[in-house]
């Protein structure tokens, strides 16, 4: 009988170590945004347009003079630039 009350009592200890280690676990990686600050190429004298959120890539639309016409696709992980289509006129 004593080991049976020992046996409940070590796999009580067990749940509840595996019960705190999973609330650590999931409250880390809440706090992680993936990075701190990123930087896209928007020069100056131009303007973002649009802006939307597509899955994890962001897309903006940038505009204001002929020459800032252009499609930025951020990763929203990682911040870095993934590519852009510059929509310049026909020459």
Known sequence: MRFLKALVIFFALVLAA????????????MGKSGFDLATLP????????QMTAEGDRLVLSIGGRDDCRRV???DMKTGKLIGQFDLKGAP
């Not at 280690?21 to 999931?26: A, H, I, K, S």
């Not at 928007?42 to 347009?49: A, I, N, S």
């Open 18 to 29: 595996a019960a705190v280690f999973l609330v650590y676990v999931g409250v880390s990686r």
């Open 42 to 49: 928007v020069p100056d004298g131009c303007r973002v347009e």
């Open 72 to 74: 930025l696709i951020a």
